[in-house]
């Protein structure tokens, strides 16, 4: 099933392919623009560094880091046919890069679900990327190797009205404690329901940043602040979180 | 087939050579690709070679002489070289350099190799200058370095019995300027390349380390102790650094604002940029201000040193205790890995010293 699946895909994009060269008119380029949210309120870097952000659990934060990865945006039309615009994304807020792109493959006009995964598949974690690894990117051997998903970081007010650092940084869930690594999925599978594509089209993400300390879990930085990556449970409360960190904020 | 078609190309480039002027052929440089590291190529994006100055080995046999050329400062007794000396892999082992004046400049010289893979271009311990191109113009002019102007080293290269015809070779013309000064400086920069420490022998499966660095690496990677990885590479990126800024707790109120004074961003006040942890064995004193005469002390302030301020990194743990407080067997083998960053073969290597 699967193989039909990729062999319907290669044949999809080979038909896109041949398209492209005959015919421009018919196909067309998406755009995606990645916009941040603290519940509303708009997030770009020029609100980094500064305390005023205050979080479900009550603590008032700042960011001073924000950079994720994303990969298989992936286009389902109604036949269920997909297009998987290839690549992965590093899209890196602090630097205000890689905010916006527009994948090479083509699409033809229709309407189609749209998803993506944040971070990366376990197919797609355990190969070698020289840019990403150029990045600081990677995750220690030691956790089972593979990429970062997201990097937050910032400082927040503790109990005793300390300024104290947090480092929220999501990857694959992994319990190093026994003899052998033990693993839980931890990327998403963002669903961001449909749209329609014609010519030019320009979709805009939105992530509310204030979700991944919010709900399910209410997240209490003065108990889960740094030291995150060995925390399996920590990464599993971070997935868990993140499932509703996106959505779909505009198409044009 | 395909090997068919690169024969006729050559053939046709071949052709192409010879039709050309002759007096062409004989002056254009020699290319000189920088040769890319094995592990370079494989874990990391390649380096950074500005269009405008291709290496060659002519451009790079004249940036050597240049740079170890006292002709360079105000009273011909200071060359690159005397703060950037080879065998301590390119600084020097003072906390702060003395130019031709005698006159202290308030920071550590810092060690050059792998330039050209600082993607950002952003040289000096604070990010100020865009490109080794740029980069090289400073130290000549400056009051506490090398305290010159560049019309009189201009004039005094262009005067010189050699330096005219070295510049012809490099770069085709008679007339020598500070922007051909500096691009030949850069080029010979750009191949200190350093890639043949023990720990890249063990990468390669060339060498074993012993338990202790082994240990030490462990220590390092390990986000609940050392926790180096995230600003100083990994065994994916073998620059040893992140080439980003980042207040690493050194001090609670700052006299050098470092990256801050640089944007004018009161957030940045405090932030240097990340050292390479190669050939630490060459390179001490440390840090921005060279106050640590030793690795040990390094060690200390992160496990127990930290001092907080507004602009710390938000990485450097449990700072109201002063960090993380390693162990004693932690900080041994911490230390005994970052000695195998250390790369003997380059602080040797006969292309990069006094010609």
Not at chain 1, 39 to 60: L, P
Not at chain 1, 137 to 145: A, C, D, I, K, N
Not at chain 2, 152 to 168: D, M
Request: proline residues 5%; aromatic residues 12%; glycine residues 6%.
């Amino acid at each position: 099933m699967k193989n039909l699946a990729s062999i319907l895909c290669i044949c999809f994009m080979f038909f896109s392919c041949h398209e492209d060269k005959d015919d421009n008119v018919l196909n067309s380029n998406v755009n995606f623009n990645f916009t941040h949210v603290w519940d509303g309120i708009s997030v770009t870097n020029s609100e980094f560094n500064t305390i005023q952000f205050t979080n479900a659990n009550g603590e008032q934060m700042s960011i001073e880091k924000l950079r994720y990865l994303i990969s298989n945006i992936t286009l389902t039309n109604t036949d269920n046919a997909s297009f998987s615009l290839d690549g992965y994304y590093l899209i890196d807020v602090t630097n205000n890069q890689g905010l916006s792109f527009t994948p090479t493959a083509s699409i033809p006009p229709g309407v189609y679900n749209l998803s993506f995964t944040f971070g990366f598949n376990n197919d797609d974690n355990y190969q070698n990327y020289p840019d990403l690894n150029a990045a600081s990117w990677s995750v220690p051997e030691m956790l089972g190797g593979g990429y970062h998903y997201m990097q937050l970081e910032g400082k927040f007010i503790d109990n005793a009205s300390a300024e104290v650092g947090y480092a929220y940084h999501a990857i694959r869930a992994v319990d190093n404690s026994g003899d052998e690594l033990q693993f839980t999925d931890t990327f998403i599978e963002v669903d961001l329901g449909e749209i329609t594509v014609s010519n030019n089209t320009a979709v805009t993400v939105e992530m509310n940043i204030a979700e991944w300390f919010k709900t399910p879990n209410t997240w209490d930085l003065i108990e889960l602040n740094n030291m995150l990556m060995p925390n399996h449970d920590a990464q599993v409360m971070m997935y868990e979180n993140g499932q509703n960190a996106f959505s779909l904020k505009s198409v044009e | 087939m395909k090997t068919r078609l690169l024969h006729i190309s050559f053939i046709l480039s071949l052709v192409a050579c010879k039709s050309e002027p002759i007096e062409n052929y004989v002056d254009a440089p020699t290319e000189s690709p920088l040769q890319i590291p094995t592990l370079f190529s494989e874990n990391i994006i390649d380096p950074v070679i500005p269009i405008n100055n291709p290496q060659t080995e002519e451009g790079i046999a004249l940036g050597k002489k240049l740079f170890f050329d006292p002709i360079l400062s105000g009273n011909n007794t200071q060359a690159c070289a005397d703060c950037h000396a080879p065998e301590n892999a390119f600084t020097d082992i003072n906390q702060f350099s003395d130019g031709i004046n005698g006159v202290l400049g308030p920071r550590n010289s810092m060690p050059l190799f792998n330039l050209a893979w600082n993607y950002d271009e952003k040289f000096f311990w604070d990010g100020r200058a865009f490109s080794l191109e740029n980069q090289a113009l400073e130290p000549v002019v400056h009051i506490n370095e090398m305290n010159s102007t560049w019309p009189e080293v201009e004039a005094k290269l262009q005067e010189h019995s050699e330096y005219p015809e070295l510049f012809q070779q490099a770069f085709q013309t008679l007339t020598i300027d500070s922007t051909l000064v500096v691009k030949a400086i850069a080029q010979f920069e750009r191949t200190l390349i350093s890639s043949n420490s023990k720990f890249d022998k063990y990468l390669l499966g060339e060498t074993d380390l012993t338990p202790e660095e082994l240990e030490g690496f462990n220590v390092f990677m390990d986000e609940e102790r050392g926790d180096c990885f995230h600003c100083h590479g990994s065994d994916k990126n073998p620059l040893w650094t992140d080439n980003i800024f980042h207040n690493n707790g050194l001090d609670e109120t700052f006299t050098d604002l470092g990256l801050g004074a640089v944007t004018g961003d009161p957030a940045d006040n405090g932030k240097f940029k990340s050292p390479s942890l190669r050939n630490l064995s060459f390179t001490a004193p440390y840090m921005h201000d060279g106050r640590f005469e030793t690795l040990d002390q390094v060690i200390n302030h992160y496990s127990e040193g930290l001092k907080n301020s507004s602009t710390i990194d938000p990485l450097m743990k449990k700072v109201s205790q002063g960090g993380v407080g390693l162990t004693n067997d932690d900080k041994a083998a911490l230390k005994a890995f970052l000695l195998t960053l250390s790369d003997y073969e380059f602080i040797s290597n006969p292309n990069f010293t006094n010609p």
